[in-house]
């Protein structure tokens, strides 16, 4: 009797993990619908900033990495890369990550596009 037991349990886990896949995946799954990358969390925001910081370093092109920047909102792109320098330092990004984080800012200080 407590083998028919376990297995409608069982059973009855497996129909609901896939019932549930079935109406998450197929019937009603999840639209994104005019989202930006300025709704990022600050955390995605500084790892944007410091990919666009590698770039930066290896390109050189200030007007490039500004338009970049950009794409992350309204804010000047001085400002958001300070932001995100701040938030590396104190999250403990790695001493080569916030030496390409200081380049860019002080590149955008200087420039200022």
Known sequence: M??????????SIILGIGIGL??????????YVDTTPDSLRIDFKADYVLMVAEIYDT???LPAAAERLALLGSTPPVELTTQALDFARQNGY????IRLIENLVFALQLGQP
Not at 2 to 11: E, Q
Not at 22 to 31: A, L, Q, T
Not at 94 to 97: F, R
């Open 2 to 11: 407590t083998n028919k037991r376990w297995l409608f349990f069982i059973f």
């Open 22 to 31: 079935f109406y998450g995946w197929v019937i009603s799954p999840v639209e």
């Open 59 to 61: 390109e050189k092109s």
């Open 94 to 97: 790695g001493p080569a990550d």
